[in-house]
């Protein structure tokens, strides 16, 4: 790397500070520098924790020469401690002080932080404790350490803890340029991370969009390939929130997912997530393409490919039923990207599994949507920030605009199709019947046009009988009709109930042309764009 001075050697360790409010694992690291020949400086419970296991400790109020006060508050912050972090090996004007002061250099710190993310996780939590918890003299020792990585070790996280004693082992207690180099970028990223908590947590005590939005992200898989097979990608999830894209799910068999398959996921789950009983969701291209309830997970499998089974081809189905053998035989039939469901019977996972392609995942749990969670989209220099567009809307909040009433089972279908339509690319058209979707329109610059879409793709899908399905169907539309002229075509096809915010300054002509039909509309008056 271009920023590691090729010129600045291994360090012996000679003298460590171990201090740790996360205990994991470190009685064996310390052991371990120990056996190195590494003399150790600890403080409070680290010190204690230490000593009980046997190993000799100097405290750092010993180092220092000043006791903790103000109940701990102020412990290691010390010009003795710090000199003894900061001096550069290198500068004879920095040797020279330590040797005045009788100073004994620092060549290894072990610090890892107040947990300031999990105490205000806690629903009962007060600010005065949240205040406690914001840690000062750690952040300080790991960003001295990790600054004077030439000459200086820093440790913050346990899982770094035996690749250090590894390199120990196998250099006499040495460690490398490189090896410090990335600690200290570790080190730097967690107090920035730290940092990050702390100011989203005062930020939200006073407005929902702050003056500075300061987010820290951690990565959680390298993907295979970006949006193009030229484009490299990785998939980040937000720190401090609950859950990400991939929480609660475990991949049985395939390849690594690509940046279109993690989009697909996300958007089969969170459509996924507003369907009750038996149901399947097929997506390409982050659009549903297939959506259906059934009697059965196989039913409603068979009843969502049937809306468009070409577009379903290579795409990410999700079912919220356990995998039977039934549904394994047809889900071989077709060529999955990416399967999810809550559970495999044996003998079906063998049938899934004899095509290598194919990513099966296990759903553990449904998405729980983070409240604290924003909608973020980035536009170039910048990013876009707001609220979710959250739950469907209750039949109770919507009102029945003509004369002509929906039945019990058009209510059904209207309220199927609003919920397919809020996860649909705008402008968005869904035309539903009996639980399954016929035609799905979305992305088309004319809402006219997404109907036309809609309608064409029944039609494609079911040559001989499309005219039966289309006669009593329902249609949601994502955004107000600006004209009569999107519902009259559904109409002309066959629709009997349509659902829509409504809003336009033309809903008197729109109504009136689904009075004139007979066909019951319905406004939701909310509208779900997405973009």
């Not at 090996?89 to 020279?96: F, Q």
């Not at 250099?171 to 908590?197: C, K, M, P, V």
């Not at 915010?501 to 729109?510: F, H, I, L, Q, T």
Request: hydrophobic share 40%; proline share 5%.
């Amino acid at each position: 790397m271009d920023n590691i001075d090729p010129t600045n050697g291994p360090i012996r360790v000679k003298r460590a500070l171990v201090s740790v409010s996360d205990k994991t694992g470190v009685t064996d690291f310390a052991a371990g520098l120990v056996r190195e020949g590494v003399e150790i400086l600890s403080t409070g419970g680290t010190a204690e924790a230490l000593r009980e296991a046997g190993l000799e400790v100097t405290d750092v109020s010993e180092f220092t020469g000043q006791q903790e006060i103000l109940g701990g508050r102020v412990k290691t912050l010390h010009p003795r401690l710090h000199a003894a972090i900061l001096a550069r090996r290198s500068d004879p004007e920095h040797v020279e002080v330590l040797a005045s002061e009788r100073i004994a250099p620092i060549d290894l710190v072990c610090v890892n932080l107040y947990p300031f993310e999990q105490t205000v996780a806690r629903p009962d939590v007060g600010p005065r404790e949240v205040i406690e918890n914001i840690d000062i003299g750690g952040p300080t020792m790991i960003r001295a350490a990790a600054k004077n990585h030439e000459d200086v070790v820093v440790v913050v996280k346990p899982e770094c803890y035996d690749a250090v004693l590894e390199e120990m082992g196998q250099t006499g207690g040495e460690i490398s340029a490189s090896t410090r180099h990335w600690l200290a970028n570790e080190a730097f990223a967690q107090t920035a991370r730290y940092d990050a908590a702390i100011s989203r947590w005062f930020s939200e005590s006073y407005e929902v969009f702050p003056e500075h939005r300061v987010l820290a992200f951690e990565k959680q898989l390298d993907l295979s390939y970006g949006e193009n097979p030229h484009q490299r990608a990785a998939l980040y999830s937000e720190v401090g929130l609950e859950s990400h894209v991939l929480s609660d799910l475990s991949k049985l068999h395939g390849r690594a997912l690509s940046f279109n398959n993690v989009l697909d996921l996300d958007a089969a789950r969170k459509l996924l997530a507003d369907l009750e009983g038996p149901a399947c969701v097929i997506v390409k291209h982050n659009n549903p393409c297939g959506v259906a309830l059934g009697d059965s997970g196989v039913d409603a499998y068979e009843r969502a490919l049937s809306c468009d089974p070409v577009s379903a081809y290579g795409s990410v189905i999700a079912v919220n039923r356990k995998v039977d053998r039934r549904l394994a035989e047809a889900l071989h039939r077709n060529f999955v990207e990416v399967l999810i469901a809550p559970g495999y019977e044996a003998d079906a996972l063998g049938i899934l599994q004899q095509k290598e392609a194919i990513r099966i995942f296990n759903d553990e749990a449904p998405p729980f949507p983070d409240p604290r969670e924003k909608d973020i989209k980035r536009v170039r220099g910048g990013i876009l920030v707001q609220d979710r567009d959250g739950e469907p809307e209750q039949r109770e909040m919507m009102e029945v605009v003509t004369d002509v009433k929906p039945s019990e089972d058009s209510w059904d279908d209207l309220l199927f199709a609003w919920t397919v339509c809020r996860h649909v690319r705008s402008n968005a058209i869904v035309v539903v019947k009996d639980g399954v979707t016929l035609g799905i329109g979305a992305g088309q610059m004319s809402r006219v046009d997404s109907v036309r879409l809609a309608l064409e793709k029944c039609r494609e899908a079911h040559e001989d009988d499309a005219d039966d399905l289309l006669a009593g169907s329902a249609l949601a539309s994502d955004a107000f009709f600006p004209f009569a002229d999107g519902p009259a075509a559904a109409i002309e096809a066959g629709t009997t109930s349509v659902i829509q915010p409504g809003g336009s300054k033309r809903d008197a002509e729109v109504i009136a042309a689904c009075e004139e039909s007979e066909t019951a509309m319905v406004f939701t008056r909310h509208r779900h764009f997405r973009h």
